[in-house]
């Protein structure tokens, strides 16, 4: 039985609305992410240190840095190479040599990259398909400008501290292009490169020091379809999840988890072109379906539920937010999906929390609050 005290603090920290930052939470923009006090509070209250906390859709990684700061050993799972790649980045506690060689790059590098910077690799980082839609008037310059800072990467010792770098071209890079409505110079790229090197360093730091005082985690990233999460060797073993906090594709909504909107909102993998990631599939792949077809999304939605309850404890908590485009039709939908997929709601109708959807696009916000822009928390127990 779950507290009613721990349900209505965690309810409490799922209404936060303050920015998301802190630790490396803030090294990546990804869609419709949740605040780490929400995934920090859940995970507080419905396990304990040692016990092993599951995000089968993990997405920029919350769960797994808050589940590693309060000590439990941790599985974070995406289809997404690229929620993998920044999972990764996000806990990875540099060590001071490896920040030293990082922090160098940032001073002394950057302020030398130029547009006109050639070599062979830059070239075939500029023909890259993964760059596509780069060449339009706003972006071409600064395709060019992150093809000479990609190329200097490749310099740098280890791939730990050049996955480090890609990531800050990469959250930069997001800031420059994603769905903005003006452009930016040159000038002011190479500017926000060395603040946000500089600022994402700090977090890094900020990460190792919140390890330092807590029981080592065991923290497994896992690039997987969440059907198949028995097959990781950690639940092979035979060990289960305590705990799955997480937020799963939204049915009937429109979210891009794999492609930035640039130039007018002409959609580039480019993301995938900085990181250094595979990216194969379309919008549909990433979002269980497309927004039309509900029935494909709802059939997706109980082949992973149900991979995410055969690695979970009798009695496990799943805590997850969700929003809907129809809450009164596609809510009670999936209310039969997670009970078909074994699991039984903890609060009801009555108690449930509704929030808006936070770090939401200009050009969704312009649209003002349609229901796809408030989630609501759903609190169920594995039976």
Known sequence: MVDRQALSAVASAARDRGHVSGLTHDFYRYPARFSPTFAGRAIEQFSAQGDLVLDPYMGGGTVVVEAARQGRDVVGNDINALSHFLAGVKTSALSPEERSVAAHWALAVVPTLRTRDASPQIDALLESERAHNLSLPRARYLKRLIASALDSITGLPGDRVQNFARCVVLNTAQWALDGRRCATTTAEFRERLQIDAHRMLQGVQDYADALSGVRPAEIILSNA????????????????????????????????????????????????????????????????????????????????????????????????????????IQLRRYLATMEAAGFQEIRERRNRTWRGVPSRKWHATVQGNTSSSREVLLIHEAV
């Open 225 to 328: 379809d969440a059907a198949q999460l028995a097959d990781l060797p950690v639940f092979a073993g035979g060990r289960r999840a305590r705990l799955v906090v997480t937020s799963p594709p939204y049915p009937g909504v429109h979210v891009l988890y794999h492609r930035w909107q640039v130039d007018g909102r002409r959609e580039s993998p480019a993301p995938y072109w900085i990181a250094n990631r595979f990216d194969g599939q379309g919008a549909s792949y990433y979002a269980f379906s497309s927004r039309e077809n509900l029935d494909g999304y709802f059939a997706s939605a109980l082949r992973t539920l149900r991979g995410a309850r055969a690695v979970m404890e009798h009695g496990g908590i799943m805590a997850q937010l969700i929003a809907f485009n129809e809450p009164r």
